[in-house]
């Protein structure tokens, strides 16, 4: 605030005037003041009084997820908040919406409340904008997605191996004609499993270009509306792999409107409630949300105690689990063993 006051030449109180918008400052100084805090990326301190009584310490941290209504959103901020209590550290979380301009904002409301440490889920090109106050010490952690333009640590599934690893799946028992449903492309997790699989459908001798890839599938409905299209075609497929959980949703939902369900493969990626309860039981690409909520914030907790060496990217295994959808063959050949 003194840095302001000097670059705008007025008094520390009048600073305070402007940031808590009260009357008594001119027109023509507001809008000095305001331009001496964009010059210096100024953020008022709404916590100052707690920062003088816990030793410079909120007790908190920020929290910014894809979706906190996403079931793998949900088992993260579990995981991370398990964690924190101990410490008696409380989660602000917030949901991005895997909107970039929502993630300036929210990155931003969480400094003014002066948090602890980050636990950010990114959607923006780069996230160069938190340079500052990484360099002053801010503890940052970057989950699901690695960061781009700032060099932090990062937890993370095997996207691309995980993808493969379903690809392959169908391929052994014996489908050639796959299809893919994706998630939006700027989104990174959605790009390395778009990746994983076309790049193993190569090493099997599938051409990628005989493949149905639909993407900017970001939810249940327009997942069911691609899945109908697809599956409504003169040469539907007779496997599909679906790269996240909302967008299989969709695609069960439109294989049990069309009777397909028992007769097309489908395998997913990230696991769900209820899976195991279908009909046939869903085959999943698993993540692994509690241990990369875990993880996470064990690593935001060296970094708060002061652990200073290099960032990390830390790699959680996916696990295929085959519970009967990703193990139904193509409709022209018999059943092989169940589960294999």
């Known amino acids: 605030m003194r840095d302001v006051a000097a670059l705008a030449g007025v008094g520390t109180k009048t600073v305070s005037r402007v940031m808590n918008d009260e009357a008594g400052v001119t027109e023509a100084t507001r809008l000095r003041v305001l331009k001496a805090t964009e010059q210096l990326n100024y953020q008022l301190d709404i916590a100052a009084g707690s920062l003088r009584r816990t030793g410079r310490r909120t007790l908190s941290i920020g929290l910014l997820l894809p979706s906190v209504a996403n079931p793998f959103s949900g088992e993260v901020h579990r995981a991370i908040?398990?964690?924190?209590?101990?410490?008696?550290?409380?989660?602000?979380?917030?949901?991005?919406?895997?909107?970039?301009?929502?993630?300036?904002?929210?990155?931003?409301?969480?400094?003014?409340?002066?948090?602890?440490?980050?636990?950010?889920?990114?959607?923006?090109?780069s996230q160069a904008y938190v340079i500052p106050e990484h360099s002053r010490d801010l503890p940052m952690v970057f989950i699901d997605r690695e960061p781009v333009g700032i060099e932090a640590d990062a937890v993370v599934t095997d996207n691309a191996a995980g993808a493969a690893r379903a690809a392959a799946h169908l391929i052994s028992h014996g489908h050639?004609?796959?299809?893919?449903?994706?998630?939006?492309?700027?989104?990174?997790?959605?790009?390395?499993?778009?990746?994983?699989?076309?790049?193993?459908?190569?090493?099997?001798?599938?051409?990628?270009?005989?493949?149905?890839?639909?993407?900017?599938?970001?939810?249940?409905?327009?997942?069911?509306?691609?899945a109908h299209a697809l599956l409504g075609s003169d040469d539907p497929p007779t496997a599909v792999f679906s790269s996240q959980n909302l967008v299989t949703f969709g695609a069960m939902r439109a294989l049990k409107d069309r009777g397909l369900n028992r007769t097309t493969a489908l395998v997913g990626f990230d696991d769900f409630s209820l899976s195991d309860m279908m009909d046939p039981g869903i085959t999943v690409i698993a993540q692994h949300p509690e241990r990369i909520g875990k993880l996470a914030a064990e690593r935001l907790l060296a970094r708060i105690d002061g652990d200073r060496t290099a960032p990390q990217t830390y790699v959680v295994p996916s696990e295929l689990i085959p519970r009967g959808s990703g193990e139904l063959p193509p409709s022209d050949q018999p059943p092989r063993g169940a589960f294999s």
């Open 81 to 125: 908040e398990d964690a924190l209590a101990a410490r008696g550290i409380a989660v602000f979380a917030a949901s991005l919406d895997d909107d970039p301009e929502r993630e300036k904002t929210l990155v931003a409301a969480f400094l003014r409340r002066r948090v602890d440490g980050l636990v950010l889920t990114p959607i923006a090109k």
């Open 176 to 226: 050639r004609k796959l299809a893919y449903l994706g998630d939006r492309t700027d989104i990174q997790t959605a790009r390395e499993r778009r990746r994983g699989f076309t790049e193993e459908l190569g090493r099997a001798g599938i051409a990628t270009s005989t493949i149905p890839i639909l993407e900017g599938l970001h939810d249940e409905e327009s997942a069911c509306r691609a």
